[in-house]
């Protein structure tokens, strides 16, 4: 068993993100990418804002890389500085791999 490297984040242009992200403006459309290189097996990616599990569907990219793309489709007040966090995991021997950014609201 192999674990998994560190998700990154990146936004729809590819860009990595990391700690507070934004400003983005209320109601805007936001979509979230998180991916992971390595693991054996390969690593289920999921997405969480707290304990609440949001997206776990994920694909594996031409590049080999796991993907999972959370799709924010109208940012609320609410989301203020909420964090949001990508999770890898392959095997439950072994502590998930996360990465996490907040987001701030106009």
Not at 33 to 58: I, K, M, N, Q, Y
Not at 65 to 70: G, S, T, W, Y
């Amino acid at each position: 068993i192999v674990p998994p490297g560190d998700p990154y984040i990146m936004d729809e242009h590819g860009q990595r993100l990391r700690d507070i992200i934004g400003p983005y403006d209320e109601g805007a459309f936001l979509t979230l990418a998180c991916e992971v290189d390595g693991g054996d097996p390969s690593p289920e990616v999921t997405w969480w804002r707290g304990t609440t599990l949001l997206d776990d569907s994920f694909n594996v990219t031409p590049q080999g890389f796991v993907r999972n793309e959370l799709f924010l489709f109208e940012l609320r007040r609410s989301d203020l500085l909420a964090e949001y966090t990508c999770q890898a995991t392959n095997t439950n021997l072994t502590r998930p791999r996360t990465s996490a950014v907040r987001i701030d609201i106009n």
